[in-house]
């Protein structure tokens, strides 16, 4: 290999090297377990509002205690000409557990030939048993949902056995449903009838037209809000990802100092190793390279170094979780991973700013060397 090779002195000198690699590759690991975990809840809220995409949801309005949707605004939902068809839904929530805790996960009751409906606008396929028959107690479970809850075909939701359960009565599991879209479905004649859902909203599941999503969403917006709650998409999108800066904001900062530690390490390390090769970069001014090539052959080794251990603790990091997700995320419907601009972007000041840190004492140290005084040194 060529002498004068950035990687030479790597390969010569790996024990010296090896601290400042894996203090920079576990520290990309650390911090991208932030951006891991927020990316992973911030996934799962949207994925509970990504139903408003297909099918808005319209509740009447509790200011004046209705139950039921105004019949002047289901006529105005019938003739609206960006909305494909309207259907009756009841909506009950249950709970699913989730990295951040628990999160509420709904059941929608629909009439029995709206299944067929809302299966293809979801893109949604029957993986094990069957749709809810007309007029029972069962339901059709999403996978995500009863992974989460460790459900199967057979099962019931009980919440006389379970003191977390927020159903009002038994469900039982007869199907399971699998698809981009986290949808569980059950019979709207059962929920009508019992009297366990009687003071729960009747609503109206909305379909917009696919090439007028945004003008539906902005009609349904503009219906009375003394008369109903309108559930859309990229309204419950912006209100979420408005709670969810301030995560993110506080997340940002407490990462930023541990970067700026970091850097300080990485580059005090860097500082003394640099200074244990005075008289070879001294030699080599001595013997006529001129100090650019110096200062650009230090620099580039440095610089090297950092994305190489960034790149190294990507890779690292994406290994630990696919094992975790094996072995505990997957089974309960999570999956981590690094591979992701969420997740990415926290780990990108890593590598720059160790990298500038240490770039800048390499650089001060190397425009006041005198190779003379190197040359005569006795040492």
């Known amino acids: 290999m060529n002498p004068l090779s950035v990687f030479t002195y790597y390969l010569r000198n790996l024990v010296k090297l090896a601290p400042v690699f894996l203090v920079l590759a576990l520290a990309v690991f650390g911090i991208s377990l932030t951006g891991v975990l927020t990316g992973s809840i911030s996934a799962s809220a949207i994925e509970k509002v990504a139903v408003y995409k297909g099918a808005a949801m319209i509740s009447p309005s509790s200011n004046y205690g209705r139950n039921t949707v105004d019949a002047n605004i289901k006529g105005d939902l019938a003739r609206n000409p960006n909305l494909v068809a309207t259907f009756p839904t009841i909506r009950v929530s249950t709970y699913m ?206 610089l090297a170094l950092t994305f190489l251990a960034w790149v190294f603790g990507i890779f690292f990091s994406q290994v630990v979780y696919t094992l975790l997700n094996m072995l505990v995320f997957e089974p309960r419907g999570v999956s981590l991973s690094v591979l992701n601009w969420h997740a990415l972007q926290f780990t990108l000041p890593i590598p720059v700013m160790v990298g500038l840190f240490s770039a800048g004492t390499v650089l001060w140290q190397l425009r006041k060397l005198d190779p003379m005084q190197m040359i005569e040194r006795r040492d």
């Open 97 to 302: 557990p989730t990295l951040a805790g628990q999160t509420s996960a709904h059941i929608y009751a629909v009439n029995n030939e709206v299944f067929p409906v809302l299966l293809q606008t979801f893109r949604l396929k029957m993986v094990q048993g069957r749709l809810p028959r007309v007029g029972t107690n069962e339901v059709t479970l999403h996978k995500k949902f009863a992974s989460a809850r460790g459900f199967r075909v057979g099962d019931v939701i009980d919440p006389e056995q379970d003191d977390q359960e927020w159903l009002p009565t038994k469900l039982e599991i007869v199907g399971i449903l699998d698809g981009p879209t986290t949808l569980s479905l059950a019979s709207l004649e059962y929920f009508s009838a019992s009297q366990a859902f009687k003071y729960y909203p009747r609503s109206v599941l909305a379909i917009p037209r696919a090439e007028v999503v945004a003008a539906a969403e902005s009609d349904l917006q503009n219906l009375d809000k003394d008369l109903v709650h309108p559930y859309t998409y990229q309204a419950q999108l912006n209100e979420f990802l408005q709670e969810f800066a301030v995560m993110d904001t506080i997340v940002w900062s407490i990462n930023s100092i541990v970067v700026l530690v970091l850097s300080l390490l990485a580059g005090l390390l860097n500082l003394i190793y640099f200074l244990d090769r005075m008289n070879e970069f001294g030699l080599l001014l001595g013997i006529g390279y001129s100090r650019s090539f110096v200062i650009r052959r230090a620099l580039i080794e440095s």
